[in-house]
């Protein structure tokens, strides 16, 4: 059992910068893979970064690559999404998830998840 909850949500300008923060509990080997989703109105849920728990490997997609950062601390259990460059289409409820399996580069499937936190990117 994982429990994840989002925070760090907001109204950003186009070219400002967010930081979201997603702290787990409960089991920690049930998220030895974290990822990062987003999903905007009438849109298709799109993978955006995960990371593995142990060893920090991780992993973006193409549409983020250079500008977010996905990043972990162990101790808090918390895993952060670095945004930076915010674009309009950035805009999106964002969530988190968590899986007992490792991470790999475009991994959809999750067995926990959050409940998103919403990111607002104004031009």
């Known amino acids: 059992q994982v429990q994840l909850v989002e925070s760090g949500g907001g109204s950003v300008q186009a070219g400002g910068s967010l930081r979201l923060s997603c702290a787990a509990s409960?089991?920690?080997?049930?998220?030895?893979?974290v990822g990062w989703f987003r999903q905007a109105p009438g849109k298709e849920r799109e993978g955006v970064a995960n990371i593995n728990r142990v060893g920090g490997s991780s992993y973006q997609s193409d549409s983020v690559m250079g500008r977010f950062t996905i990043s972990q601390d162990n101790a808090n259990n918390t895993v952060y999404l670095q945004m930076n460059s915010l674009k309009p289409e950035d805009t999106a409820m964002y969530y988190c998830?968590?899986?007992?399996?490792?991470?790999?580069?475009?991994?959809?499937?999750?067995?926990?998840w959050g409940q998103g936190t919403q990111v607002t990117v104004s031009s």
């Open positions: 998830a968590a899986d007992p399996g490792w991470c790999w580069r475009g991994r959809s499937e999750y067995k926990y």
């Open positions: 409960g089991d920690t080997y049930g998220r030895n893979c």
